[in-house]
């Protein structure tokens, strides 16, 4: 088994409760209606909901004439007040097993495909800012949007953070698996209720069930 430097994390159904796609989805109308499109169609809004490129962004904006710079400022604020507003209304918390990392010997980070404000508010929120050492969402702007897992941008950048040569990446998607090989890491799918009967087209190297394995697979 590999002695990793470092073990890093993504956010959202991993260390907390993911976001209800109802909270999400009514973020992403208000976004339309912030920038005057008052009856968007449905597809459209799921598509700007999860897994957006600045491809798909600007497809979507082009049908209703909307600039995506603004659009996607307007989404993204709209998402992350949305995601703020579950954790104080007690809808999201962090998992109990994050427990099982505190003692950890490596060192620790987050990264995520959600707003780095969204990060930084859970952070705080769930006093989780002294268990790591450094951490990653992306910026509101369109360019992040090809940064975002599976490109290993954020990840590349966390291990310069860390200084470490090997790690290990727990996730909850594929794009968490396909991010960390791009990133030459090894990496752990956590099988949460909620990706319980997730396929995957790219093998992770290990497959747990809760944090309490990774933190085996850690020691």
């Not at 796609?21 to 799921?46: C, I, K, M, Q």
Request: hydrophobic share 35%.
């Amino acid at each position: 088994m590999t002695d990793y430097d470092a073990i890093l994390f993504d956010n959202d159904g991993v260390l907390v409760e993911p976001p209800t796609d109802d909270n999400l989805l009514d973020a992403a109308e208000s976004a339309f209606r912030a920038v005057g499109v008052e009856n968007p169609d449905p597809t459209h809004v799921d598509e700007v909901v999860r897994g957006v490129t600045s491809d798909s962004l600007r497809d979507v904006c082009s049908v209703y004439d909307v600039d995506p710079a603004e659009f996607w400022h307007a989404r993204d604020r709209h998402a992350s007040e949305a995601q703020l507003a579950e954790f104080r209304e007690g809808g999201r918390a962090r998992y109990d097993d994050v427990a099982a990392i505190e003692d950890l010997a490596h060192d620790l980070g987050v990264v995520s495909s959600n707003q780095h404000r969204t990060v930084e508010f859970v952070l705080e929120f769930c006093e989780f800012e002294d268990l790591f050492d450094t951490y990653y969402g992306r910026g509101m702007g369109v360019e992040d949007l090809d940064r975002k897992k599976p490109d290993p941008y954020f990840l590349e950048r966390a291990l310069d953070d860390l200084g470490a040569e090997s790690a290990l990446f727990v996730g909850d998607s594929e794009s968490d698996v396909v991010a960390a090989h791009r990133a030459g890491l090894d990496s752990a799918f956590v099988r949460r209720p909620h990706c319980a009967d997730t396929s995957l087209s790219t093998e992770p190297d290990y497959e747990v069930d809760d944090l309490y394995d990774v933190a085996k697979i850690a020691n």
